[in-house]
């Protein structure tokens, strides 16, 4: 089956802790996506990669770090200095490149993060 | 970049149409309108997406004004399993821009 993996789905982690969530996908695809949603708000963009070894910082992406170093991988790393890392973390995927008119993005599951 | 507004909730009975709006009076000429829609604790399910003209497939249309200002996403038939939370989304050839979408309730 092709598709996007995170895991865990639930992680806890203590304040103070960096944390890595991973997300691994077999679409082949070449843009991958970070987002972050709070309860009863929208998904907030994080980080993206296009190409790797190559990403760019979203809206919200103090406090976090990534890398691209294989196309099906792309691990987010949230760190002590995010204030409020609790939330819910989606990753998604897409064929986009360049110029292409059509981007439809697949979602992950989800990695619900809680920071006691 | 383009922005979008959604009502935050809208209730639709099982077996008609349901018509969500969305406002984007600020996109630009070359920008996408994309609908997602997340049914609870899962990742979001793309819809349907267009730039000018209507647009029509197996789980939706999307009629989008002249103007290009506001645009409305139609479940002709809708169910139970549609009850979920839809963005309006406007794509910039960049990034997504997710609002807080629109809660629709389906019932019985």
């Known amino acids: 089956d092709g598709g996007i993996t995170q895991s865990p789905k639930y992680l806890f982690r203590k304040e103070g802790q960096n944390v890595t969530l991973s997300c691994e996908q077999n679409?082949?695809?070449?843009?991958m996506y970070w987002y972050r949603q709070d309860p009863g708000q929208g998904l907030r963009l994080i980080y993206y990669?296009?190409?790797?070894?190559?990403?760019q910082k979203g809206d919200i992406a103090e406090g976090y770090s990534v890398s691209r170093e294989k196309k099906e991988s792309f691990p987010l790393t949230v760190t002590s200095a995010q204030k409020n890392p609790t939330a819910f973390y989606l990753c998604?995927?897409?064929?986009?490149?360049?110029?292409?008119?059509?981007?439809?993005?697949?979602f992950g599951p989800g990695t619900r993060l809680t920071v006691l | 970049d383009a922005k979008t507004t959604q009502p935050p909730s809208m209730d639709c009975a099982e077996g008609r149409a349901a018509n969500l709006p969305c406002n984007h009076s600020?996109?630009?000429?070359?920008?996408?309108v994309y609908w997602y829609r997340q049914i609870h604790s899962q990742g979001p399910q793309y819809i349907i997406h267009?730039?000018?003209n209507n647009e029509t497939n197996e789980m939706a249309s999307l009629i989008i004004t002249e103007d290009r200002k506001s645009s409305t996403l139609i479940l002709p038939h809708a169910t139970l399993r549609d009850t979920a939370v839809y963005y309006c989304?406007?794509?910039?050839?960049?990034?997504?821009?997710f609002g807080s979408g629109t809660k629709l309730n389906v019932k019985p």
């Open positions: 990669s296009q190409i790797v070894n190559d990403f």
């Open positions: 267009g730039l000018k």
């Open positions: 600020t996109i630009s000429g070359n920008e996408y």
């Open positions: 998604a995927s897409s064929t986009r490149r360049g110029a292409s008119t059509y981007n439809e993005q697949f």
């Open positions: 989304i406007v794509w910039n050839f960049n990034k997504f821009y």
């Open positions: 679409l082949n695809h070449d843009a």
